[in-house]
Each structure stands twice: as C-alpha cells, then as structure tokens.
Nanobody
Framework: QVQLVESGGGLVQAGDSLRLSCATSGRTFSSYAMGWFRQAPGKEREFVAAINWSGGSTYYADSVKGRFTISRDNAKNTVYLQMNSLKAEDTAVYYC????????????????WGQGTQVTVSS
C-alpha cells in the first residue's frame, strides 16, 4: 500500500475549473496505476478517471469525458485531475486510489485510498 493525500478541492461556480492533486509517498509510485473516484451525498462512490503506470493509457467515465483530464508526474509522485467546465452535478468528495493493477483501480477495488477532498460547484 501507499499513502495518498489529495488536495485542491474547493467551492467554485458552474463553468469554472479546478485541479486536484494526489501526492504519494514511497519509491514505487511509478509502478502504480492511479485513479480518481467521487462520492456525492446519498450516492455510491463512482469511477471518474484512471491512468496506467506510465501515463500512456487513460480512462474516463462518460459523465466527465471531454471535461476532465487525468495526468501524472512520476518524478513528483503525483497524479492530477484537471476539471474544466464544472457542473453542479460534479459536487462530491473526490478520492484518489492506487494499485499495481490498472484494472483493479478502474473497478474500484484498489488497495490504497486517500482521505478525499471536497469539491462543491454552485449553479
């Protein structure tokens, strides 16, 4: 497992942008697939985006495709989620996830999770 710390959440207006960051500890970050999930009040946690160990493959939920971009900087042990054209329905706690398997990350069964960062989009 790795330690994950998310940051960058906040309160924004519809149409604005935010960039979330997830910093990790340890020397094995570059071997981990990473992902972002979110959970809105009263709803189940849902997949948002994932990226493989090299950054060469990315995956997105249909609801964010074209608006969100996941990226990683292995030199900084950090994964990012650039969120553009935010909508009220994007309001949720956003969680970072890590696992050696990209498939496991995408299926929501990653071995490591962060504590979450709140994103609130006002309409």
């Amino acid at each position: 497992q790795v330690q994950l710390v998310e940051s960058g959440g906040g309160l924004v207006q519809a149409g604005d942008s935010l960039r979330l960051s997830c910093a990790t500890s340890g020397r094995t970050f570059s071997s981990y697939a990473m992902g972002w999930f979110r959970q809105a009040p009263g709803k189940e946690r849902e997949f948002v985006a994932a990226i493989n160990w090299s950054g060469g493959s990315t995956y997105y939920a249909d609801s964010v495709k074209g608006r969100f971009t996941i990226s990683r900087d292995n030199a900084k042990n950090t994964v990012y989620l650039q969120m553009n054209s935010l909508k009220a329905e994007d309001t949720a706690v956003y969680y970072c996830a890590a696992d050696p398997s990209s498939r496991t990350v995408r299926f929501g069964t990653a071995g490591s999770w962060g504590q979450g960062t709140q994103v609130t989009v006002s309409s």
